[in-house]
């Protein structure tokens, strides 16, 4: 009978190989999890809030309809309160919110950082756009820069897209004189926006999933839940976190 052949063992090189393989998997398996944030239900809030961040805000617009501010100020459930809060002012050429007048003289009343937003009709000029935001929103020392809410495409090209957005951007940064904000959800800015865009402040949107948004690009703003509750607002609200201390925060209000 022959003799069965026997394997070769195993030489240095090659568990030293395994060893690395598998260190390298461990390494990357705690960066993701300890880069995960910390996610806690509040019952008061009625969601899971990511807990590793300082700063929490909202954003509204007129299904909010008529909000209590001093209500909404003074909420705070165990180490969380509202600290900004986004509120609609315009859409397309000429719209404005109903609830924006109120909103955003009520919010400066109780003293709490805003910003005013506008949602972006792609057919149209952004240019013009532009201009119906800046007849709106006068913005004062300590409120968040602009922000352009610019989610769906209505169809156009994408090369028509960008050329309205950067057309909006640059009235409004020329006209207020601060970078402005862009808002969208993380699929259209890698579909649509991306690598054009990156120099400005991203808000960006991702809440099917318990993670930090899934793009590429720094953030500064992230809206995690759209299904929140506030004391002093009907019914359900969107939920966001800013990324950074209360000293990035300051930094990035218009002085």
Request: neutral net charge; proline residues 4%.
């Amino acid at each position: 009978m022959a003799k069965k052949k026997m394997g070769r063992e195993p030489g240095p090189k090659y568990l030293l190989a395994i060893l690395a393989i598998g260190l390298i998997g461990f390494l990357g398996w705690w960066w993701f999890t300890s880069s995960e944030p910390d996610f806690e239900h509040y019952e008061d809030f009625g969601i899971e809030i990511p807990t590793n961040f300082q700063i929490h805000g909202i954003d509204v617009s007129k299904y909010q309809q008529r909000i209590n501010w001093e209500a909404v100020k003074a909420m705070r459930a165990e180490d969380i309160k509202i600290g900004f809060v986004f509120i609609k002012a315009t859409e397309g050429l000429g719209n404005m919110d109903q609830q924006f007048r109120r909103n955003w003289e009520n919010a400066g009343e109780v003293r709490m950082p805003r910003g005013a937003y506008h949602f972006f009709l792609a057919p149209k000029s952004g240019a013009e756009q532009a201009e119906n935001f800046i007849r709106r929103v006068e913005l004062e020392k300590g409120d968040l820069p602009p922000v352009l809410d610019v989610e769906q495409t209505y169809g156009v090209s994408g090369a028509k897209l960008r050329a309205g957005v950067k057309a909006f951007l640059d009235r409004v940064e020329a006209h207020y004189g601060v970078k402005p904000i862009i808002y969208t959800n993380v699929d259209f800015y890698n579909r649509h926006l991306k690598d054009e865009f990156d120099e400005y402040p991203l808000w960006v949107a991702h809440y099917l999933q318990k993670d930090r948004p899934r793009i590429a690009r720094n953030w500064a703003f992230w809206q995690y839940s759209e299904t929140g509750r506030v004391t002093g607002i009907r019914g359900k609200v969107d939920f966001n976190v800013f990324n950074g201390d209360s000293t990035d925060f300051r930094d990035l209000l218009i002085e």
